[in-house]
């Protein structure tokens, strides 16, 4: 069965920083490309980022591009998402998925971790 679990998400001020993780299992995890979507109240979802299998290729949307940096450990089956210089309209609930998200959501995704950035 196919897992993904985020953790790391909470309360951060504007300016602040966060780092998301995702523990996959239940398939051979550097077989596949990652991403990083998020979800605002009451609006669809919003591709962050995507990273290769080996980590080697990055992609990201222009709202975060250099502030969030995604990446890997293969050996350890988990998906990182750095962010900083957060802002309010960061608040979202974010999700890890297998696959790219860039040009469609991915369906295989985890059940998410809410970051919330408030002064």
């Known amino acids: 069965e196919v897992q993904l679990v985020e953790s790391g998400g909470g309360l951060a001020q504007p300016g602040g920083s966060l780092r998301l993780s995702c523990a996959a299992s239940?398939?051979?995890?550097?077989?596949?490309?990652m991403s990083w979507v998020r979800q605002a109240p009451g609006k669809g979802f919003e591709w962050v980022s995507d990273i290769n299998t080996r980590g080697s290729y990055t992609y990201y949307a222009d709202s975060v591009k250099g502030r969030f940096t995604i990446s890997r450990d293969n050996a350890k089956n988990t998906l990182y998402l750095q962010l900083n210089s957060l802002k309010t309209e960061d608040t979202a609930m974010y999700y890890c998925?297998?696959?790219?998200?860039?040009?469609?959501?991915?369906?295989?995704r985890g059940p998410g971790t809410q970051v919330t950035v408030s002064s």
């Open positions: 239940g398939f051979t995890f550097d077989n596949y490309g």
């Open positions: 998925a297998r696959g790219s998200s860039r040009w469609s959501t991915s369906p295989t």
